[in-house]
């Protein structure tokens, strides 16, 4: 994860951008020196990788329209992907829970899946399997739109039998990182605000955007006190799976890009990098579609 580190030496205060990354056989840790504040835009720093450098152009939007018809020609997006794409779907529930600390192996995540019992051993991690197929069969089955009402019930839905709140707003404050999140008080406020941005974004915005800001808001918002990026993870590919694109898979051993393209977004504020991100990362998956 990305993150501010400060650090005082001889009086002197310093601010460096760091960076632990997972390599052979341990850690890495890199900085990126700030000057003696936190600069309020650090958009003028060179990327650290360049597919954050820049906003998702139409060229790339015509290669993300190119994989959708591709893609189509030989699936149709409806339940019948549970036979079709079962291997893609259980990538994505393994790799959703495990970047939220689930111990499951990818082959621990595909067995519970295909016999629907809870060992005991890893009774919590493989609940929580076998909930994120249920949101899964849920988002195909419902006819409806985004709602508050929809948010709390996939909640509900990903959090059975695991959290006592499942389906409720956090009544706490909470900090991830660096990032403080938004007051609990003002959560059903944000909501609604989200949903009107909802409202107006989906006929303005590409679809490919529009499920990357969708993904960005809900997870920057934080409205439970656990289960955000599953959630926003899971609406972003309802919107995807709804305009017909294919699902969009983050993984677990690219899960420390993810966050610094987070926090960078917390820095800068600037959208278009986190859309460019999953640009490129759905590109990557969909290579033989392009």
């Given at each position: 994860?990305?993150?501010i580190e ?33 600069p ?5 720093l ?28 030989s ?6 992907l ?19 600390g ?63 709140d ?33 409202d107006?974004?989906?006929?303005a ?26 959630i ?25 890009l ?26 990557g ?6």
């Amino acid at each position: 994860m990305a993150y501010i580190e400060k650090k005082v030496i001889k009086g002197k205060t310093y601010y460096y951008l760091t960076e632990t990354k997972r390599v052979a056989g341990g850690f890495k840790k890199t900085r990126r020196y700030l000057g003696a504040s936190v600069p309020k835009d650090l958009e003028h720093l060179p990327a650290r990788h360049p597919r954050i450098a820049k906003k998702l152009t139409s060229k790339e939007a015509e290669i993300v329209n190119r994989i959708r018809k591709n893609y189509l020609a030989s699936h149709h997006i409806d339940k019948s992907l549970w036979r079709t794409e079962r291997e893609r779907f259980v990538d994505f529930i393994y790799n959703t829970n495990a970047i939220e600390g689930n111990t499951l192996t990818r082959e621990e995540t595909d067995e519970v899946l295909k016999s629907g019992k809870i060992p005991e051993r890893k009774g919590r991690d493989a609940r929580e399997a076998e909930n994120m197929k249920e949101c899964i069969d849920f988002l195909f089955d419902y006819k409806g739109d985004i709602s508050e009402d929809m948010v709390l019930r996939l909640h509900t839905l990903q959090h059975k039998g695991t959290m006592d709140d499942a389906g409720r707003y956090r009544n706490v404050d909470v900090k991830v990182g660096s990032y403080l999140c938004p007051g609990w008080q003002g959560l059903p406020a944000l909501m609604a605000r989200f949903l009107k941005w909802y409202d107006g974004a989906k006929e303005a915005l590409h679809p490919f955007e529009f499920a990357s800001l969708v993904h960005l808001k809900l997870v920057r918002m934080h409205p439970f006190r656990d289960g955000n990026g599953r959630i926003a993870r899971l609406l972003m590919n309802f919107v995807l799976l709804r305009h017909g694109y294919p699902l969009l898979n983050i993984f677990n051993d690219e899960k420390l890009l993810y966050y610094m393209v987070l926090q960078k977004y917390d820095f800068n504020r600037k959208e278009r990098g986190f859309v460019r991100y999953l640009f490129e990362v759905f590109v990557g998956q969909y290579r033989e579609c392009v």
